[in-house]
């Protein structure tokens, strides 16, 4: 028999004459498997984004709990000694080791000679933020306020030194104004101790302000300390360490703010960011204008 022509013209097309080809399944599953190749690959780059993100929250948190540990047997030594009553002891004598190495002739080498810290001639206004988790949604409150002010700077919890060492390059005549929060709290109380020693040129901190400080020995502000603000949370009784007190009320003004706002929120609460901000206003308005005084009476001692 004979094809039909009909049925072979049928066989050939569907619809408005749209030729059936094997290639156009070809393409349309080849879009498809693309398709979901490009989320499989999107998928597997969050999850490692994820991992790392975790990593670093890892490190950041077994830093901090390091950093509590520490603090807390600190403290706890510092009672005990003075608890505990002084026993005497002999003294146990070295034993002398001689290293034969160490007598042969060594080269002179000539005397290198140490580099002056460079002077910066501008007020230490630092901002000091706790713990910053990645996978934390919190805005960083006092990175925001040291934004806003003008020759602020922002350091993290675990930059105390950098932040030491800044300040020491300031001359003595500038204002130092330290803010923290949570761990950051308990990092400006540790640097006004720090700047009130032979090493920290018994410096003067204007402004101290500390925000749901967390940490063990950050109570007692000491007497270098011009003006204490101290906001503390009462929601949150794990973070909450108290009032704090001055070591001296005749050098050390503290006013301690109770506050019902959260650990994480008080930081970008707007009464607190406008109260910090109004008195280092008032820091600084105080500075220019004894400095414009000091100016004005050199220009008049020059006319005598």
């Known amino acids: 028999m004979g094809k039909d022509p009909v049925s072979e013209g049928l066989s050939k097309t569907i619809g408005n004459n749209t030729p059936v080809t094997p290639d156009a399944t070809k393409v349309d599953l080849s879009k498809e498997s693309l398709k979901k190749n490009d989320i499989k690959k999107k ?27 520490g603090d807390a ?9 003075k608890l505990l009553p002084k026993v005497p002891f002999m003294p146990s ?31 230490a206004i630092f901002f000091v933020s706790g713990l910053n988790l990645v996978l934390s949604s919190g805005e960083d409150g006092l990175k ?35 803010v923290g929060h949570s761990l950051g709290g308990d990092s400006v109380v540790n640097l006004s101790n720090r700047l009130n020693t032979l090493e920290g040129g018994f410096r003067k901190v204007s402004l101290l302000a500390t925000l749901d400080s967390v940490g063990f020995d950050n109570d007692i502000i000491p007497t270098n300390v011009e003006k204490n603000l101290n906001f503390i949370s009462d929601d949150d009784y794990f973070f909450n360490d108290g009032p704090n007190i001055a070591r001296n009320t ?3 003004e503290v006013i301690n703010f109770l506050r019902t706002d959260t650990h ?6 707007n009464e607190v960011q406008s109260e910090i901000i109004s008195h280092i206003d008032e820091v600084m308005g105080e500075f220019k204008h004894k400095r414009q005084l000091s100016r004005l ?8």
Request: charged content about 40%.
């Open 73 to 81: 047997l600190s403290t706890i030594g510092s009672a005990a000694s």
């Open 144 to 178: 925001e306020m040291s934004e806003a002010v003008r020759g602020a700077e922002h350091f993290s919890w675990d930059q105390e030194d950098e932040a030491f060492e800044a300040i020491l390059k300031r001359p003595k005549e500038q204002p130092v104004i330290l």
């Open 264 to 269: 994480r929120e008080i930081d970008n609460e």
């Open 93 to 123: 004598i070295p034993s002398v080791e001689v290293n034969l190495e160490e007598t042969k002739e060594v080269k002179k080498s000539e005397p290198t000679k140490e580099e002056k810290p460079s002077i910066i001639n501008k007020p």
């Open 297 to 304: 009476k050199d220009l008049y001692s020059s006319f005598k």
């Open 250 to 252: 005749k050098k050390s």
């Open 43 to 69: 998928l597997s780059d969050k999850v490692k984004d994820v991992k790392e993100t975790i990593k670093k929250d890892a490190k950041s948190l077994g830093k901090a709990s390091t950093h509590l540990a």
